[in-house]
């Protein structure tokens, strides 16, 4: 059995995949909060177990990167230069930016902490690119637009 911290990234993890595929394949987020909790947390494919999530954070990470998806899309679109708006990004980095602005504005989260776990999660999607370090740009930005007391010394 994971610790907590372990299965709150693997749920950050699993969020990230969760709203690439919204994306990709036009599901609503319940059927797709649905999939990955009967399908993926925990489950067995050809004897190799996925990992397991907490799943109550999944969830809200989910839904509030629905609810609040406008406001954290202005919030990376302020992060993001002006020639590359957020519709021109990778479609996964969009996905983790949804996961982790949710994250920034719905929870209590330190964001330094929410930018560290993402960054993770970054570099495991893009283990040999400059991705990552862009992610971690964009993501601070956005952290201190969510959190500007976080950043005070």
């Known amino acids: 059995m994971k610790n907590k911290r372990q299965m709150k990234s ?5 969020a990230v995949q969760a709203l690439f595929q919204m994306e990709a394949s036009n ?17 067995e494919y050809d004897g ?3 990992a397991e999530g907490n799943a109550s954070h ?13 406001k954290i899309d202005q ?10 708006p957020i519709a021109r990004i990778d479609p996964t ?3 983790l930016f949804r996961a982790a602005g949710a ?9 330094k902490v929410v930018i560290s776990e993402f960054v993770d999660v970054a570099r495991a999607f893009f ?7 862009f992610a971690n740009a964009v993501m601070d930005h956005m952290a201190r637009e969510a959190k500007p007391e976080a950043f005070t010394a």
Not at 103 to 111: G, I, R
């Open 48 to 50: 190799v177990e996925m």
């Open 27 to 43: 599901q609503t987020v319940d059927q797709v909060i649905v999939e990955f909790l009967d399908h993926r947390f925990g489950a």
């Open 75 to 84: 919030m990376t679109d302020r992060a993001l230069v002006a020639k590359w």
């Open 10 to 14: 693997t749920a950050r993890l699993y």
């Open 93 to 95: 980095l969009r996905a």
């Open 103 to 111: 994250e920034m504005v719905a929870t209590t989260t330190p964001p």
């Open 58 to 70: 999944f969830r809200k990470l989910m839904e509030q990167a629905v609810d609040q998806q406008a």
């Open 127 to 133: 283990p040999d690119g400059d991705e990552t370090k």
